[in-house]
């Protein structure tokens, strides 16, 4: 894994060296994200389900990201109140620490590091879990605790939608054919879907370089750096908990207890834009992790193989 990290930590710099350069802007990390989500991304999951030996611990993976999401958001709630920090600047801080990048982040580079990593159970936990919690709990959250919040509420059609993005579509599909005894495919078929697959992480990786922006850090780096700590060593730890508490081994635990330690999700920027949480601080939570992450997810790693 930790050849994977540096490896997707100089593809990210290098996303951000052409920005800079002028050749790429950020607006295109739009295209980027259109790529992966309907062609390379759904490519992957589908062959990782086609492929997988479906134990049934599998349907634990997603439960263990519900765990996760819950026993670091209850506290952290908690906490905003007691302290009496200001609804906007709270909402953000929980939700830049309560919900990891799964999806773009977590399952390419999972998928990328080798056999003590489970890519179903990846695939499971972001699926199941983070896909749905963002637009329940994340959306709740930051509508409650955003200026002129009215409450929490959740967006049941955008639940509805991202449960009909092809990455799911391939889930099913994958999922079915794997149960139906179809293991293999023609190869017309199949070796364009492995190398759409194996364009994931690098794309995803220059998409980052062009989004992350480290300015302003100076004016939120104490909310930064409680962030850092809470999605990157609490996450571990909350994750290696519930890995325990749901009898898991193996590979899954693996995956389950990496999941857990991703950096912040770039969707609860977008998501804190939107409802006016202090979307400082979560760019630079999603700055400040996604880059501290190639150095910590490989040190989980190295603890748990």
Known sequence: MTATAVGALLVMLAGGGV?????????DGV???RVVLYLTLPALVFLVLLRADLEPSLALAPVAGWLVHLVTLVP?????????????RGGAIVVAAAVG?????????IAASGDEFS?????MYDALSTGIITWTSTVAVSSAMGEGG???RV????????????????LAAGLALNLAGVDELPDAIERPLEILEGAVLPLVMIYAGLMIDVRGLRRVWRDVSAIAVLRLGGGALV????????????DIFNTVVLMAAMPTAMMSLVLGGRFRLRTDIIAGAVAVTTLLCTGTLPAVGALLT
């Open 19 to 27: 920005r800079r350069l002028g050749i790429l802007r950020r607006e």
């Open 31 to 33: 295209l980027l994200v």
């Open 76 to 88: 952290l709630l908690v906490a905003v109140r007691r302290l009496r920090i200001d609804s906007p």
């Open 101 to 109: 990048n799964t999806g773009f982040f977590g399952l390419p580079l």
């Open 119 to 123: 890519v179903a159970a990846a695939v």
């Open 150 to 152: 009215r409450g929490p």
């Open 155 to 170: 967006e049941w059609g955008r639940v509805g939608r991202a449960l009909l993005l092809p990455p799911v579509w391939a």
């Open 239 to 250: 994750g290696l908990g519930a890995a325990m508490l749901l009898g898991l081994d193996g």
